[in-house]
């Protein structure tokens, strides 16, 4: 079988070492039992799912996702020193019929079991399709289906082809469709039925194939993980005794609980509290984070946002500088939706950037005045994983372009609220009077960066196009993206749109993330990947 496996920017014929992995593969990690315990305050109300698709968006894979289970196929988490690449997970090969590119063949890992005991197979990846796209199977569960159902996109059916084999055939020719199955997880048939097919039941017991199986589980406080010694993967092996994950959404609570030592490492430190950590002998660290801080505008009949002079404007007024001073130098400014390191930067006319005088005149060209201002309401996350110091930029923002015209109202929410309204779209009833929102996400990839935006097939509920922005030239690039096997042409055509929409100003950026993390001189061996994904089983 022909092996494609993609890297961030191109599909890399050949097998990986990672697919020779397996029960009785080589041992790449050497080391010793896990011993140590580590408490890890993250920045959520309430734990993610734990059933097989977690919500609260990608900050959850880490903590629920990639903990407890596997996808089919798997980012390389391991590294710190550049982005890392599409590797085998839990199928050690895939690739797309040559005879007809909308079949995709996945070649799955023999010798794996969930922590039940149970074998993964073939039937288990078909039962976990229906899981989230078949509304009339037993196994069917609404809240993981809307929470993945949408990260899969190109999904028109599924097969098996034999005891290790799937075939998934996507809706049109679809060159990038492996980096959607990063976010399909397995969870184990066999516990469904166990416990009466009851997925609340499933919440509290778990089963998985992945590196860690669930201790204590207390909703909105806490969750043990302890490993999983039975484990395909030598190389993540947990290196821990027991991980605990603790409940904290304010940002200074976490950092005081941090300083007292109730617990060993947090995200998103309190940017005033960093200098008190720094002497506390804490370590702040971060990484380059492909991730977008920005608004998404309505561009439906009747919104304001449909006049560019005024999302020119709304990007024109503020000041990134000051928002980056506000999250205590844990950002950097952004001028679209990628970094312009990225080989989809491209060369756009529009230049963003503070410049209030320009930002004025063109609010005035439109019609509107600080004595006349645009009103407009915006739906708003009031904290989260990933969402950084949400309220305060929010504020910022505000007042930013109260200067110029501008009045912007609030319609706060809890995070997981704010994925709804997102997945929703512009139209939705639920949204009646919002003209935008404020949600911050993973770039780290050609689907993720761009083409769920952007492309008119993606209009929300069926992908992410919030705003139901239509442009037949982006449309036409996006088809010849996912027809492209070149991954050159690719980056070339990502460009063009990424130049294209900059120019629109679809859309207006604030900052990228760093994903800042701060930890007690207790933590070793933690590794910060180039992602929202994080391997938990680097800590030690």
Known sequence: ???????????VAGASALAALGPTGPLLAQQGAPSGSLNYGISMFDLPLTTGQPDRGAGGYQFTGLTLYDPLVAWELDVADRPGKLVPGLATAWESDPADRRNWTFALREGVTFHDGSAFDADAVI???????????????????????????????????????????????????????LWFLISSPAQFEKLGRDWNRFAFEPSGTGPYRIGQLVPRVRLDLVPNAAYWNRKRMPRLA?????????????????????VDLVELPAPDAVPRLKAAGMRVTGNDTPHV?????????????????????????????????????????????????????GKPSFKIGTDIDAARKLVKEAGYSPQNPLRTTFIIPTGGSGQMLSLPINEFVQQS???????LEFRPVELEVAYTAWRQ????????????????????????????????????????NWSHYRNPEVDALCDRITSSFDPDEQDRLLARVHEIVVDDAVQVWVVHDTNPHALSAKVKGYVQAQHWFQDLTTLS
Request: hydrophobic share 45%; aromatic share 10%; proline share 7%.
């Open 1 to 11: 079988m022909s092996q494609f496996l993609p890297s961030r920017r191109q599909f």
């Open 127 to 181: 039962w976990n399709f229906d899981k989230v796209l078949n509304d009339k199977a037993a196994q069917y569960d609404q809240r993981q289906a809307s929470q993945v159902r949408p990260r899969l996109p190109s999904v028109a059916s599924y097969r098996k082809l034999g005891p290790m084999t799937v075939q998934v055939t996507t809706k049109a020719v679809d060159a990038l469709f492996p980096y959607q199955m």
């Open 242 to 262: 027991k991980l605990t994950l603790t409940c904290i959404p304010d940002n200074l609570a976490r950092a005081n609980a941090l300083l007292s030592g109730a």
């Open 293 to 345: 801080w920005n608004y998404h505008l309505s561009m439906l009949e009747g919104s304001p946002w449909r006049d560019l002079r005024l999302r020119k404007a709304a990007n024109l007024a503020i000041d990134r500088e000051a928002v980056v001073a506000l999250m205590g130098g844990l950002a950097t400014p952004a001028v679209g939706q990628v970094q312009p390191s990225s080989p989809w930067f």
């Open 401 to 407: 372009w109260a200067e110029i015209g501008i009045a």
């Open 425 to 464: 779209g512009a139209a939705d009833p639920s949204l009646k009077g919002v003209t935008g929102g404020n949600i911050a996400y993973v770039t780290s990839d050609p689907l993720y960066a761009i083409l769920r935006f952007y492309a008119s097939k993606q209009i929300a509920p069926t992908g992410v």
